[in-house]
């Protein structure tokens, strides 16, 4: 069976991850917003007697190696034995798209163009002749649209002969001094990539080409005889975009519509303003999660009567200590399940729903004004709004971020942004238990603490905060399949690690309980639980709760039964919501702070936090019961 293995490379925003998902299936992230593809992506499927394998890259503007995404994808196209490469250009904005398709050019990789968005830029008045830029590159230029699949089946077609691909001749004419430049670089190249592309990627700074060099002090001097090109990587990329711009304004044709007030343009005038903006973008967060406390805890509540009923049942078959150790697994499942599944899955279709519309683009733009007097850069937002889905990714995204004191800052931060999993504590628990006003209150001390904290870390880090360079996408209307698919995506880590780990954690919680170990755990602790003003066993799932923030609440079940409220006072019940939530959430984004930052670093940071939120939980339930001492007399 022939094989063809593909890179599909695009700026942020093209539609990578939807034209994956449109040949492959739902096995990718799609996002409106650039940052969330910070991996490769890749999916095989069949046609006839050929297999494909795709790989999405992230989105990128250029290849070079100046950022994260741009090195990932640098070294995908050239350290992988790939065929050749997808080029998917924006049609409302094609010079930009052709600058990196110039690119994959001068590295001579065979390449099919996909044109997307070609409706979108209809509605514009934009219309390209893809037939001419055909004819200017030598290359398949195919018009798509992965959401209706238009041009899919075309462009599996192309896709299946691209090693028949003739070699292309196409190639940007430098400036005298350039070219010249250029023709002595590549006397000094060898290796298997085209002299030309090494000696242009050599010129530019590139210093991962510097090995194909046989000589690499005619760098210096080169640079020292182009007099009239001081900056000579600036002038080869002034070049590059010149001819992409002056191609692109020769396929395009600009047809004079009426001028219209798009419903769109109404939207952005009240969601991007200065002013109501963040204030739209506070009140719509407010609404979300009032959504998911609302629909959650009616899904709470029919899966906890279940769980009542099976916990009845399994306390009656059998008192054997094998089966309470069993029964206490699988009661661990059922209560995690029902406490957690509802919030966790519903703040992925909604968090899903606003990335396809476009409007999680705007909320970055007005949370940026916030987190720049927080002393944070403005790129940090992204790694914070992967945050409330879950702080292992949203640790890893730090990358986007200049340096790695930007990095460590923006990390420190997501001890304060309430993950899927914490969520599902605050929901599960504070508003489950205690209602609406309870989880509220822990939502707030989140705030005003992550404020404190802010002002304390800004003193400490004294970081100088870059702004935000976002592109804002269009609005576009959600495919209900598409949010079902990356939900269902986001929440493989629950059914694969988590309810596993539900099981196992609740096995061995049946294992001390049964044979009375649970003191030797609970004592050495009590000092905690009496700061906190909690019973001294609650330091059972305040403890597992590190391994995995998802078993905090099944654990606060199975030791305190399923009538937390008859346990706890409803200031308890607020006291043991902040110290779970606030602090570095599992052992997982432990991990993941080790691999960024270092053990050091990161057990410092997560000793320090879990300890903040620790005595913050126990200052506030001090504090409430001195008002209530002084209210009650």
Do not use: H
């Given at each position: 069976m022939k094989k063809v293995k593909l890179l599909i490379i695009g700026q942020p925003n093209s539609g990578k991850s939807s034209l994956l998902n449109a040949i492959i299936g739902p096995k990718v992230i799609i996002s409106n917003y650039p940052g969330t593809t910070v991996e490769l992506t890749s999916g095989k499927t069949k046609i006839n007697d050929c297999e494909i394998e795709l790989i999405d890259t992230p989105g990128i503007y250029s290849i070079s190696d100046r950022s994260e995404e741009e090195k990932v994808t640098e070294n995908s196209l050239f350290q992988e034995k790939v065929d050749g490469v997808i080029a998917l250009c924006d049609a409302t904005a094609l010079e930009r798209s052709l600058y990196m398709v110039l690119q994959i050019l001068e590295a001579e990789m065979p390449v099919i163009i996909a044109m997307n968005f070609v409706e979108e830029a209809k509605k514009k008045g934009i219309i390209i002749d893809y037939k001419k830029l055909e004819d200017i590159f030598s290359v398949p230029v195919i018009l798509i649209n992965p959401l209706t699949k238009r041009g899919i089946k075309t462009l599996l077609e192309k896709i299946t002969t691209i090693k028949d691909q003739e070699k292309n001749e196409f190639k940007i004419e430098y400036d005298d001094h350039l070219e010249e430049a250029i023709e002595k670089v590549s006397k000094n190249v060898s290796g298997k990539f085209p002299k030309r592309f090494v000696a242009l990627r050599v010129l530019e700074e590139d210093k991962d080409f510097n090995r194909y060099l046989s000589d690499e002090k005619l760098l210096e001097k080169i640079n020292s005889e182009m007099e009239k090109h001081q900056d000579i990587s600036k002038d080869v990329a002034v070049t590059r975009f010149g001819t992409a711009t002056y191609i692109a304004n020769n396929v395009t044709n600009i047809i004079s519509l009426k001028r219209e007030n798009r419903f769109e343009d109404k939207i952005d005038s009240i969601v991007v303003n200065k002013v109501w903006g963040p204030v739209t973008t506070v009140l719509f967060f407010i609404i979300l999660f009032g959504i998911i406390l609302l629909l959650g805890n009616l899904l709470q509540g029919f899966l906890m009567d279940a769980t009542e009923k099976l916990i009845k049942f399994l306390s009656g078959v059998s008192s054997s200590a094998a089966f309470n150790i069993f029964g206490q697994g699988l009661t661990g499942l059922a209560?995690?399940?029902?406490?957690?599944?509802?919030?966790?899955?519903?703040?992925?279709?909604?968090?899903?729903?606003?990335?396809?519309?476009?409007?999680?683009?705007?909320?970055?733009?007005?949370?940026?004004?916030?987190?720049a007097r927080l002393g944070l850069p403005g790129k940090s937002f992204i790694p914070l709004a992967l945050g409330i889905g879950c702080s292992v990714p949203a640790i890893r995204a730090t990358r986007v971020l200049d340096s790695k004191k930007e990095q460590f800052h923006s990390?420190?931060?997501?001890?304060?942004?309430?993950?899927?999993?914490?969520?599902?504590?605050?929901?599960?628990?504070?508003?489950?238990?205690?209602?609406?006003?309870?989880?509220?209150?822990?939502?707030?001390?989140?705030?005003?603490?992550?404020?404190?904290?802010?002002?304390?870390?800004?003193?400490?880090?004294?970081?100088?905060?870059?702004?935000?360079?976002?592109?804002?996408?269009?609005?576009?209307?959600?495919?209900?399949?598409?949010?079902?698919?990356?939900?269902?995506?986001?929440?493989?880590?629950?059914?694969?690690?988590?309810?596993?780990?539900?099981?196992?954690?609740?096995?061995?919680?049946?294992?001390?309980?049964?044979?009375?170990?649970?003191?030797?755990?609970?004592?050495?602790?009590?000092?905690?639980?009496?700061?906190l003003g909690l019973p001294e066993n609650t330091i059972i799932p305040l403890f597992f709760g590190f391994f995995q923030k998802d078993l905090t609440g099944a654990m606060l079940l199975s030791v305190?039964?399923?009538?937390?409220?008859?346990?706890?006072?409803?200031?308890?019940?607020?006291?043991?919501?902040?110290?779970?939530?606030?602090?570095?959430?599992?052992?997982?984004?432990?991990?993941?702070?080790?691999?960024?930052?270092?053990?050091?670093?990161?057990?410092?940071?997560?000793?320090?936090?879990?300890?903040?939120?620790?005595?913050?939980?126990?200052?506030m339930w001090r504090l409430f019961v001195f008002i209530r001492n002084i209210v009650t007399g």
């Open positions: 209560i995690g399940v029902s406490i957690a599944l509802p919030y966790v899955f519903l703040f992925y279709l909604l968090i899903g729903f606003i990335e396809d519309t476009g409007l999680l683009s705007r909320f970055i733009i007005n949370m940026e004004r916030f987190t990390a420190s931060f997501l001890a304060f942004i309430p993950c899927s999993s914490r969520i599902a504590v605050i929901m599960g628990i504070a508003g489950f238990y205690g209602g609406i006003k309870l989880a509220i209150y822990v939502y707030a001390t989140m705030a005003v603490f992550a404020l404190i904290f802010a002002f304390i870390i800004k003193k400490i880090i004294r970081a100088k905060p870059e702004p935000l360079i976002l592109e804002l996408p269009p609005y576009r209307k959600p495919i209900i399949g598409n949010i079902f698919a990356k939900s269902w995506i986001r929440m493989k880590d629950f059914v694969y690690i988590v309810i596993p780990l539900l099981v196992f954690f609740g096995m061995i919680y049946g294992i001390l309980d049964t044979y009375g170990l649970t003191g030797y755990i609970v004592k050495p602790f009590s000092f905690i639980t009496a700061w305190l039964g399923s009538d937390v409220s008859a346990a706890l006072t409803p200031l308890q019940i607020y006291t043991f919501s902040v110290a779970s939530t606030i602090g570095i959430p599992c052992i997982i984004a432990f991990g993941m702070l080790i691999k960024e930052f270092g053990f050091k670093k990161a057990a410092l940071l997560t000793l320090s936090l879990n300890i903040y939120g620790i005595l913050i939980a126990g200052a």
